[in-house]
């Protein structure tokens, strides 16, 4: 198959353009008055004039920040979120269980399916994208700063509420089942026992996603929180359809289905079935070229255009192992949108040993922090290695933003659609690339960032890093007083 795949690695831009790269020229104006801002080592020399060449940058060690700003950063929007759902189910599980909450105990199923509705919904990339739409064009630049930053927070990490809210349903179908079992003599055992069933199902399905099974398991959280997810969205129907049937007083079953419309359970659990189902409605197989500029990358080509701060999943199969990766594309009218694959996984190396002529991808492509750098009136995208991926986007598609990428040989490892993109699209004054390999390590990247900030007058910086880089950043930033949204690992 590789053999007839069609690898791109024709040049996308002429000589002067390709000597940009070659210059790697930072993003700062012109003028002698404004050029004063410049630190001097960060403009590059001509090759062969060592003369006045930067020496090479020296480690700097790790400034340690306060205790207070790493809790600050550690108890983000992700976990108050998180607190304030799971507490208040908490609160009125305590008071259910000791009979204080008739509401909760009349309706235990409602409880539960509320719940994981709810969770579910948190998730859905259809929900998500309208309500990043409405927030992108209620609020755009004309709202006060803190509001904006504010809604971005909230957008970022949904993900706290849908955590809350998904753990909460498990234990709400944890008292149901033992309350089930404490009144056995007025349930059937077909009830109890897709009580148990149910319980099963969804608790594996929670265990599944937490950090460290998702961040370093990915194929097992993958099929557990999926497949057993859908075993248990059956049994969960199972066990609400045979619940509301039948009678424990009088024994016996109503099957008609007039009075099963009329029960609170039964319309979540269609609303978490639809929730559930319709980004799968959205799944199609595509054709895709694949480029191949070195062994650690994989520059995959879809066809269309999309609009900034968007990402997608892909697979080789129509329902297991998806993987996400954020979308280049120079704006909806394009011909093509790309995504950047480093090899890491099984996944991405068997993109590069064995280039597919097809993906299976969800057309509806979720949004990502980046969606919300409309709010803002000027920005500032830093990102490192594979993650230009998830950043380039934002700069092509507007002016108003300014992009640092700190990598290494980065025009031989991501080849030349990449760098044709950002120095067809993206001016000089507003661009650093440091290229780590020619200037023999990495820069002082809150130093870089600080003066970009300032002579950009930026409102905002948006991070797409590794864990240790982008913590440095988010800790580096916090302290100088700059609004910082980084990488998240907690969804």
């Known amino acids: ?214 961040n370093t398991h990915h194929n097992v959280f993958e099929r557990h929180h999926r497949f057993v997810g859908w075993i248990g969205l059956l049994s969960t129907w199972a066990f609400v359809i045979l619940g509301d049937c039948y009678n424990g007083v009088t024994r016996t079953w109503d099957l008609s289905g007039v009075d099963l419309i009329h029960h609170q359970d039964v319309w979540f659990t269609i609303g978490m079935t639809v929730f559930i189902a319709l980004p799968w409605i959205c799944v199609r197989e595509v054709p895709v070229d694949i480029e191949l500029p070195s062994p650690k990358v994989a520059i995959v080509r879809f066809e269309r255009g999309m609009q900034q701060g968007l990402l997608g999943r892909i697979s080789r199969s129509s329902i297991m192992e998806y993987h996400a990766f954020g979308i280049i594309s120079e704006g909806k009218h394009a011909k093509y949108h790309y995504m950047i694959a480093g090899v890491q996984g099984d996944f991405t190396k068997s993109l590069v040993n064995d280039p597919p002529r097809t993906l299976w991808t969800r057309q509806v492509k979720f949004a990502g922090v980046s969606n919300t750098s409309t709010l803002y009136k000027r920005g500032i995208r830093i990102c490192t290695g594979t993650g230009i991926g998830a950043a380039l986007s934002t700069c092509l598609q507007s002016p108003n933003w300014y992009l640092i990428w700190i990598g290494s040989d980065q ?42 900030y300032h002579f950009w007058e930026a409102e905002v910086v948006f991070i797409t890093s590794n864990y240790i880089g982008n913590t440095e950043i988010m800790e580096g930033c916090k302290e100088a007083g700059i609004p910082v949204f980084g990488t998240l690992w907690d969804f």
């Open 1 to 214: 198959m590789a053999s007839d795949l069609k690898i791109h690695t024709e040049k996308v831009y002429d000589d002067p353009e390709k000597g940009t790269v070659d210059a790697i020229v930072p993003a700062y104006p012109r003028d002698e008055k404004q050029r004063e801002v410049v630190p001097p080592q960060y403009l590059e020399v001509k090759k062969g004039d060592t003369k006045d060449a930067p020496k090479k940058p020296t480690p700097k060690s790790k400034k340690k920040v306060s205790s207070w700003i790493r809790f600050k950063l550690w108890f983000n929007t992700y976990r108050k979120f998180f607190c304030l759902t799971f507490g208040l189910n908490m609160i009125g599980l305590g008071l259910a269980a000791s009979g204080h909450f008739p509401y909760a105990i009349r309706q235990s199923g409602a409880m539960v399916v509320g719940n994981l509705n709810f969770a579910i919904l948190m998730r859905n990339e259809i929900f998500g994208r309208i309500l990043y739409w409405i927030v992108n064009t209620a609020f755009a630049k004309w709202t006060p700063l803190w509001w904006r930053l504010g809604c971005t927070s909230v957008l970022q990490h949904l993900g706290g509420i849908h955590s809350g809210c998904a753990l909460s349903g498990v234990l709400w179908l944890l008292l149901k089942v033992v309350n089930a079992f404490r009144s056995h003599q007025l349930q059937h055992d077909a009830v109890l026992v897709m009580g148990v069933v149910t319980n099963f199902a969804v608790m594996i399905s929670a265990l599944s996603a937490f950090p460290w099974v998702r």
């Open 411 to 452: 025009e031989k490892t991501f080849g030349p659609t990449i760098s044709g993109l950002i120095h067809r699209h993206i001016e000089p004054e507003r661009l650093i690339l440091w290229d780590s390999k020619k200037r023999g390590g990495r820069p002082d990247t809150m130093k870089i960032l600080k003066e970009a």
